[in-house]
């Protein structure tokens, strides 16, 4: 069978961009109601989309006085999601730092259950001393301390759905969905990851990327076919290019200035202070990726930028544009297909995980007009043709019986 | 007022049945019936279905997903998820609960049991030596109600020509240090339309909780049979000392029902027992009851159908079809902030 492109949108709040939720003709608190969330979902399921995802953590983002944040539950958005569609998979962001194994496993086992088999965890570890104290700790545990629990966390969680025997669901056990982007994010992709949400600015690393986790999961004896890559893909469509470019614009210049700098500054761990807009950030500010502390896919992507473009810093402010470092694609329905086709063709992509720029409209663009042209093409399916979130991403039901635990390293 | 009615139930998959005699306490009911008990439970007039976590007779799943649920297909009906201490930590407990709070328009609360701790929590526990489910459980409860008062609705603007979505200075971090938490905030998301959830506390028939343990935190304490004689006098005065009154506490007396005994043809049942437990709360200055039915999802909902409407006084029927919230419902006022 040929390979098929898989698209989930990322409701993540107001959307993608920092000015977001400022957007004309946009609610500007619309994301803390549930509605915001259960009106997308349907939406996505009329698209035939395999999954709505939502990212989250746990604790308030002290930038939160300038721009709209995480603020309800996933598996309590997620089961209520459930009751009001039928096919849509559903996956959420669960911490391995912050969550009790036990009490998650039985919580996300039964979620599944729920929901008829659609749903998809995915795994985080966690950044930032903000969380961590709300769980009673100082600063947050090490990058590898992090994913060293989290390999044996996850793990415990599936050894614990493949023991049920009552309240299993039609797809056997959840999705495992994996985002980290460093060396230790990646083994545990390869190692457990089903779904891999990958952050990629550019198509050759990207290709390369996929192969690396593929060629890893082989070697944790796992088939590559079995890993599902899809990175984050920003979305600005336009009914012509000059008016996805207009779209584009008005979104920097919606952009909260503050927000941007003190985000940027907190997620390299850097200070900006003193730095004026007009000047290129001094490659020496930032240590290597693996040192750095927090999310170190970001990191990594914007020290590429850095090196590579030399941008002074209000450049690289609005080329992030308050995003998470996810690329960003601007133009008309054809045009975004077309970067769609050429990642998915080329083995840099088996899909896409759809961050659009504002929500709901952006992503009522995407659906409405993006999707039908995919499926012009021939890439994007036109009905659903299973009931769980395995049967649309083409996984088939987990192998029956105990769940055999992996080595930490694979074998060589 | 008439008695205020919730009722337990627990959603999953029933044990294969044992070898000899029934099954003990209520019995899974699954999913579809469980929606069909909460289609008659709302429309029987009862505040709030109360969520199981553990029962005897089968897998019960998570009451946060199961309410979460139910609340998507039936709203204007409490939801009372069952959450342990156990395996919990209490700022992921406050944000799952306050969640389906504001998802419910504030139709939401949260029985929280007794029991240990989680093993987020254990490892940096300030007081690792300290113990007691009792003493854990109001230090818990304290922290929840805490949590869901740390992000105050009004602080939630959303001025887009100024650029302000969250006025910050309203937003204050709880700082708790306490024996087995140490918790900052504060909480990620505004508080409920009706204050902050509900916490019910459940003295069950056995000793693990006392009124003095729940009396800061509680707004509903449930009393099995055995305990229910003197359990006014003594919540009234463990309030008093807490520095609340007697007016801001639901107090509940459990009742396990046989549903298949109210079939057709049960209407005297039906009328005996209702009679029996009027004089009950009567006799206890109970605020009304807890229904526990112990069979199929059709027996539950005979027994919400056959008994609600005896239970309750028909010239109490409200004007307004349902109360906003799950605090109206249940007679309570809206909670002052939580002192420091």
């Keep these: 069978m040929s390979r098929r492109l898989h698209l989930n949108v990322n409701i993540l709040n107001a959307g993608v961009f920092g000015g977001s939720w400022r957007f004309p003709g946009t609610d500007g608190t619309a994301s803390y109601t549930i509605e915001h969330y259960t009106s997308i979902a349907k939406k996505a399921e009329q698209a035939k989309l395999d999954a709505v995802f939502l990212a989250d953590g746990p604790s308030l983002d002290p930038q939160i006085r300038h721009r709209t944040s995480n603020n309800l539950e996933p598996t309590t958005v997620l089961a209520r999601i459930a009751a009001q569609t039928e096919r849509i998979g559903l996956i959420g962001t669960l911490s391995s730092s912050y969550n009790d194994p036990v009490e998650l496993a039985r919580r996300l086992g039964d979620l599944d259950y729920v929901s008829g088999g659609r749903f998809g965890w995915n795994v985080v570890t966690t950044a930032g001393a903000v969380a961590a104290r709300n769980f009673g700790r100082t600063s947050e545990p090490g990058h590898a301390l992090r994913y060293r629990r989290a390999a044996e966390f996850t793990e415990q969680v599936v050894a614990s759905w493949a023991a049920r025997t009552a309240l299993v669901s039609p797809q056997g056990r959840p999705v495992v969905v994996q985002a980290g982007g460093s060396s230790d994010g990646r083994r545990l992709a390869s190692r457990v990851g089903e779904v891999i949400f990958s952050a990629d600015q550019d198509i050759e690393h990207a290709r390369a990327f996929r192969a690396e986790i593929r ?119 054809e045009q975004i297909a077309d970067d769609i086709e050429l990642w998915f063709r080329t083995g840099a992509a088996d899909g896409f995980n759809v961050m659009p720029d504002v929500l709901p409209s952006g992503f009522d663009d995407f659906a409405d007009h993006v999707v039908p042209e995919l499926r012009r093409r021939g890439l994007f399916r036109t009905d659903y043709e299973g009931t769980t979130l395995r049967d649309h991403l083409g996984l088939g039901l987990p192998d029956a019986g105990p769940y055999e635990l992996r080595p930490l390293e694979p074998a060589l | 007022m008439s008695p205020v009615i919730q009722l337990a139930l627990a959603v999953g998959e029933p044990a294969a049945p044992p070898a000899a005699g029934p099954a003990r306490g209520p019995v899974p009911v699954p999913l579809t019936g469980a929606v069909a008990v909460a289609a008659a439970a709302r429309e029987a007039g009862i505040a709030a279905i109360r969520l199981l976590d553990e029962v005897a007779a089968g897998h019960a799943l998570d009451p946060t997903v199961v309410a979460a649920y139910l609340a998507g297909l039936h709203d204007g009906l409490g939801y009372i998820a069952e959450v342990p201490t156990t395996h919990n930590a209490p700022y992921n407990t406050a944000r799952r609960v306050l969640s389906l709070d504001r998802a419910t328009g504030g139709l939401a609360g949260v029985a929280l049991r007794a029991g240990g701790g989680d093993e987020v929590s254990r490892a940096t526990a300030p007081a690792p030596r300290a113990a007691g489910p009792a003493a854990r459980w109001a230090e818990y409860a304290h922290v929840l109600t805490r949590l869901w008062e740390s992000f105050p609705r009004a602080a939630l603007i959303g001025d887009q020509q100024a650029g302000v979505v969250v006025d910050d200075a309203l937003v204050r971090p709880i700082g708790h240090e306490g024996a087995f938490y140490r918790v900052a905030g504060p909480l990620d998301g505004p508080s409920s339309v009706q204050g902050r959830p509900v916490v019910v506390a459940d003295l069950g028939d056995l000793d693990v909780l006392d009124v003095t343990a729940v009396a800061r935190s509680a707004d509903v304490v449930v009393v099995g049979r055995k305990r229910a004689a003197g359990a006014d006098a003594a919540l009234t005065e463990a309030l008093r000392r807490a520095g609340r009154s007697r007016q801001e506490v639901a107090l509940l007396g459990r009742v396990e029902i046989a549903g298949d005994d109210l079939g057709p043809g049960g209407a005297a049942t039906a009328a005996a027992l209702a009679g029996e437990l009027r004089d009950w709360a009567g006799e206890h200055r109970l605020d009304g009851f807890e229904l526990v039915p112990t069979g199929s999802a059709d027996a539950v909902v005979t027994a919400v159908r056959a008994l609600t409407p005896r239970l309750t006084d028909p010239a109490d029927a409200p004007a307004s079809p349902r109360p906003l919230t799950l605090r109206a419902a249940l007679g309570l006022p809206e909670p002052a902030a939580v002192a420091a």
């Design chain 1, 215 to 333: 060629e890893g999961a082989a070697a944790f004896g796992r088939r590559p076919e079995d890993v599902v890559v899809l990175p984050g893909l920003s979305t600005v469509v336009g009914g012509t290019e000059a008016e996805a470019r207009a779209r584009r614009e008005l979104l920097d210049e919606i952009l909260p200035g503050e927000y941007a700098r003190n985000r940027l500054a907190g997620q390299l761990g850097i200070s900006l202070d003193g730095l004026s807009d007009d000047e290129p950030i001094p490659p020496e500010l930032l240590v290597a990726p693996d040192e750095a502390g927090g999310s170190q896919t970001f990191y990594r992507v914007v020290k590429t930028i850095i090196e590579t473009e030399r941008p002074t810093l209000g450049r690289l402010l609005k080329k992030l544009s308050g995003g998470g470092g996810h690329r960003i694609v601007v133009g008309t329905p």
